[in-house]
């Protein structure tokens, strides 16, 4: 590693006077939280959040001071896990009876005060995780979309429910009716997105919402507080900050939460889920581990083969659930493939996340350079290589990628989900050694297939659509678009999301049924005709 190279990278953080106007950042120092309608005031202890983008000043460098929020503790926690399950009420609290025209236009109104906190929440996006301004921009317009889409969703849903059926003598409308109280857990990684893809669908279901904020991340959703407390009745949805083993805990051993929904780690979520007294009326909807593959081989276009695997295991640092983060070579081309992810790898940019075309910036979580560091460390110890100029590279929160070859069974990278800038490169003979991996791996998720011969792929295909929930041919595993299933087997996920699947997973199919009689029909349309139910109605929302 030439010290040019690395004092290039050394200039990567600057001092306050250099960051520009546009892009700096007042600390917020968050003393509220959403409980019952009310953003309660806080007066106890706080968490002090930094940020990954280490300023330089005249002791070094340092994390910026971002702000700072409420650590509640318990006996706060359960208050707001009684405020849900009082806005639910068993079913017949303002939220859960609402109708669904009504639920909408609350979202309606959410979704109008959360844009107009657009370039606040793209700032705290670009300073609490690092991630670019392109990459922050998308993540919050991506969202208004999803909220958006569901609500069409929804409507598409009611339409198709807004009929009487009839079979053997017997009338219903069948419709779908909320679930309970819903506990929403989500990852640092994509903080509005992700959390949002269980939490909107959950909410316009008729469920209340204890929203435990993620670790990194929360500043993001401090403008939405507001938006929160405004567009919805009170106590549908509460929030949580704090240290998840004090204040879930509690509240999970209650058995009042009827569903989890959960995007962390299956070990976590294995917890979680024991901890209920009622496991039966508890519904998890989980996004957890994934180690998604690559397989190249001899008969691929390399040249995308390299484009998408760098797409697919560099966006944002590898630091996404969809990242492929293990690379199965054909050893055929296996010197070709290596020698061009090289090239590719060193023009990534590396900067601040609001400097023009930066793909690699720094690092959210304290410990993940340590713990990257030891990977490749593992790796080299037992017959790896780091091939890449400068690849590894540490500067505080910061580490360049690095590409590592040959990988084998016996390292760290081959079975643990590094979930940042690591791209491990497994050479192979035979085709059925990927298909071996994946066979005996603990994850399910998805795989990316690049060939150009269609009897190849066709052969790989058929044993991973049993092994893994999307197999992709010739581009980067992903989760979009958000109306395509989105799940995985093992131990990657439970449950479906999607933008149609998500309604279903957060509701349960409830009916009203009656005899055809004349006398039950007359009773059905005097209460259709009169508006007297918000779940009998034959109304048709356009």
């Known amino acids: 590693m030439s010290s040019a190279n690395t004092e290039s990278f050394k200039e990567i953080f600057k001092s306050e ?51 700072s929020i409420p650590n509640i503790g318990p006996k706060e926690a359960m208050e707001v896990l009684e405020a849900s399950v009082k806005a639910y009420n068993n079913g017949l609290g303002e939220w859960p009876t609402m109708s669904v025209e009504g639920r909408i236009k609350c979202m309606q109104k959410f979704v109008y005060l959360m844009i107009k906190e657009r370039d606040l929440i793209i700032k705290l ?32 849903l009611d339409r198709e429910s807004s009929r009487f059926q009839q079979a053997e003598g017997t009338i219903a409308q069948i419709r779908r009716a909320p679930l309970g109280v819903v506990l929403s857990m989500g990852p640092f990684n994509y903080p509005l997105n992700e ?28 403008p939405l507080l507001n938006a929160f407390k405004e567009a919805f009745p009170k106590g549908t949805v509460n929030t949580l900050y704090g240290k998840g083993s004090e204040i879930i805990t509690p509240i999970m051993e209650s058995g009042k939460v009827n569903v989890l929904a959960f995007i962390g780690s299956s070990k976590v979520a294995n917890g ?62 296996a010197e070709e493939f290596t020698a061009k992810l090289n090239k590719a790898v060193s023009e990534l940019k590396s900067g601040l996340p609001w400097e023009k075309d930066v793909k690699i910036t720094p690092l959210p979580e304290a410990n993940k350079p340590s713990y990257l560091k030891e990977c490749i460390e593992d790796a080299l110890s037992k017959g790896g290589k780091v091939l890449n100029e400068n690849g590894g590279y540490n500067e505080e929160s910061f580490v360049f990628p690095a590409v590592v070859y040959p990988v084998n069974s016996d390292m760290k990278l081959y079975h643990e989900e590094q979930f940042g800038p690591i791209i491990p490169v497994v050479p192979f003979d035979s085709i059925e050694e990927p298909i071996d991996y994946q066979v005996n791996a603990s994850h399910g998720m998805q795989v990316s297939i690049f060939s150009e011969d269609a009897l190849e792929v066709s052969k790989l295909i058929d044993p991973f659509v049993n092994l893994v929930s999307r197999v992709n041919i010739n581009c980067q ?15 990657s996920a439970e449950g479906t ?44 929302l356009f």
């Open 272 to 333: 979680l889920k024991k901890l209920h007294p009622k496991v039966n009326r508890l519904r998890a909807i989980l996004s957890l581990d994934a180690k998604n593959a690559a397989i190249v081989t001899k008969n691929a276009n390399l040249d995308i083969a390299v484009s998408e695997i760098i797409l697919g295991a560099l966006s944002f640092n590898g630091q996404r659930c969809t990242a492929l983060k293990l690379i199965f070579v054909q050893k055929d081309v």
């Open 195 to 222: 959390i949002f893809t269980t939490l909107i669908p959950a909410l316009i279901m008729g469920n209340t919402i204890i929203f435990k904020l993620p670790k990194h991340g929360v500043l993001a959703h401090y």
């Open 477 to 491: 595993a992903q989760r979009g678009p958000d109306v395509f299933p989105f799940t995985g087997r093992k131990d």
């Open 17 to 67: 006077n250099d960051i520009p106007d546009e892009y700096k950042i007042q600390e917020i120092h968050q003393r509220v939280y959403l409980l019952n309608g009310e953003l309660v005031d806080w007066k106890g202890d706080v968490t002090e959040i930094y940020s990954p983008v280490c300023i330089r000043t005249e002791n070094g460098l340092e994390r910026k001071l971002l702000g």
């Open 497 to 540: 999301l999607s933008v149609f699947d998500a309604l279903r997973s957060f509701s349960i199919r409830s009916l009203v049924a009656a005899k055809s009689t004349e006398s039950n029909k007359n009773l059905l349309n005097t209460i259709v005709r009169d508006h007297d139910s918000n779940f009998l109605s034959t109304d048709y």
């Open 125 to 156: 996006l670009m300073w609490e995780i690092g991630k670019t301004l392109p990459d922050s921009t998308k993540e919050f317009d991506r969202t208004v979309d999803y909220i958006n889409q569901t609500i069409d969703a929804l409507k598409d």
